[in-house]
């Protein structure tokens, strides 16, 4: 993701999920690469689809695991604005 190939980095996600479906800390991953690629739609399916869940990574919700990845990814120069509609549609739902 952070090399700007996004269309590797989905490809990996999804290697990995095929791999370990039920491990959910890979699939903000994928919707950070659907979003950098604008398959809008598909991203903001994957970001809201898992936004109830609250054991993703190490303890950390999915709501808190995708938050935290935008704040590395606006770090590193990477933004969108969808980022800014996730944000929004998450501080809806605490």
Known sequence: ??????ARALEAADQAISLAPGELWIY???AHAL?????????????????YETDVQAGKSW??????DFAALRKAGLAHPLMD???QEFSSVR
């Open 1 to 6: 993701m952070l090399a700007r190939d996004f």
């Open 28 to 30: 903000p991953n994928r």
């Open 35 to 51: 979003m950098f690629l604008d398959r809008l739609k598909e991203a903001r399916q994957q970001y809201l689809k898992y936004r």
């Open 63 to 68: 709501q808190t695991v995708v938050l935290e």
């Open 85 to 87: 509609e996730i944000e």
